[in-house]
């Protein structure tokens, strides 16, 4: 193959990857690759929130959670991408839609009962996620917790691997990995670990008390 020819994979990959990108596309891509039961895990650790709770659903695309959560609460959707905030906006008026960025959330401080980050982490690079941690912790109320939920990287599963090769995400972490880095803001205080097609985390993290010592770190 001739200097400057793609790779037909890589050609495919790239192909795959810009119709993902669609927002209504991807929706049906994350129900496909187990979303409802993914959810149904994060229904469960959040439980049923009251109307006067906050959840704030970090890189929240088309507010695909609010789906498959129970109670009245406060919504509010943040997201980087601005055709799938506005798919958002117009199809939850009453919900809040924020343009922005999960690293530099534009929320007041301990003012939120849970951030969710679901299928994201894969798509942030090391740094961008410790810092997306920091603002999660940030704006969490004392008593409020932090769900992440993201595919594994597991190199020895077949099907993984391909499911990766046509991922936008170029983050993939295992397991320890992620579990290693969230135990440096909080306290991790449920973990949970299922299969659809990937593997898959789920993880509950408490704000680590001042008084520990084991502040956020930047």
């Not at 650790?45 to 695909?64: E, F, H, M, R």
């Amino acid at each position: 193959m001739g200097e400057g020819t793609e790779k037909p994979l890589n050609m495919f990959s790239r192909f795959i990857s810009r119709i993902v990108a669609n927002p209504q596309v991807y929706n049906v891509v994350q129900y496909f690759f187990g979303a409802p039961i993914a959810y149904r895990h994060v229904r469960e650790a959040v439980g049923s929130l009251s109307a006067q709770q906050v959840l704030v659903d970090i890189g929240g695309g088309t507010g695909i959670s609010l789906h498959f959560l129970l109670g009245d609460f406060r919504y509010l959707c943040v997201e980087i991408d601005p055709v799938k905030i506005g798919l958002f906006a117009g199809n939850q008026p009453h919900q809040m839609a924020i343009l922005g960025d999960g690293t530099r959330l534009p929320i007041a401080d301990t003012c939120v009962d849970v951030a969710l980050c679901a299928f994201v982490a894969h798509h942030l690079t090391d740094s961008d996620f410790r810092q997306a941690l920091s603002e999660a912790m940030r704006v969490l109320k004392p008593e409020g917790c932090f769900i992440l939920v993201d595919p594994l990287w597991r190199p020895k599963h077949v099907v993984s691997r391909l499911l990766w090769a046509y991922d936008r995400g170029e983050h993939p972490r295992t397991g320890d990995r992620l579990l290693e880095m969230m135990a440096q803001y909080g306290d991790i205080c449920e973990i949970r670990r299922f299969s659809v097609l990937h593997g898959y985390l789920l993880a509950v993290v408490r704000r680590a008390p001042v008084a520990s010592g084991r502040l956020p770190v930047g």
